[in-house]
């Protein structure tokens, strides 16, 4: 029975490790350009003036929808951006977007990161991005990438990325 046990958890452990090495050669973050959605007028239930992307977020979940993903309602609003949860495969996800004031020439930049939906304690012994379901990702990346609304759709990894490593983007997020 020991022996059994052991195997058991053996075997686990190498299911986490291999969940954990997938998750670490997954970029969950994008970076693209749009000039279709609002970036000149404020709303009134905007909680900063600069939290631009209701619209981005709102024809998201239309997309979503459109591939039969369960989506949240409405998108949800942060103090620099928006989110909605949706579903891949019953696993919770969220997709956050913040808009960068930069080249307006090319269109506004659009930051949006993946994270996944595990609760306080996932979120503790897991970080957002640690259980992030390939699918996740490849949903958005779909989205994005066939629209004639956004260009230059560039993948990033969460360390390059807040590491200031902007360069090293992927046009595919695998």
Not at 8 to 13: C, D, I, M
Request: aromatic share 14%.
């Amino acid at each position: 029975m020991d022996n059994f046990v052991t195997q058991a958890r053996l075997a686990s452990f190498w299911r986490v490790k291999m969940l954990i090495t997938v998750a670490a050669k997954l970029r969950t973050i994008v970076m693209f350009n749009s000039r279709a959605f609002n970036l000149s007028d404020p709303k009134p239930y905007f909680i900063n003036d600069c939290c631009f992307g209701d619209d981005l977020a709102k024809w998201l979940i239309e997309e979503f929808r459109s591939r039969n993903v369960v989506v949240d309602g409405d998108p949800g609003q942060e103090d620099f951006g928006w989110f909605f949860g949706f579903k891949i495969e019953r696993a919770a996800h969220f997709f956050v977007i913040a808009y960068r004031n930069d080249d307006q020439q090319k269109g506004a930049t659009w930051i949006g990161w993946v994270e996944r939906n595990r609760g306080l304690l996932g979120f503790i012994f897991g970080g957002p991005e640690r259980w992030v379901k390939k699918e996740a990702v490849e949903l958005i990346h779909h989205a994005l990438s066939n629209s004639p609304l956004i260009c230059d759709v560039r993948w990033h990894f969460r360390a390059d990325f807040e590491g200031g490593v902007e360069d090293r983007g992927a046009s595919s997020p695998a």
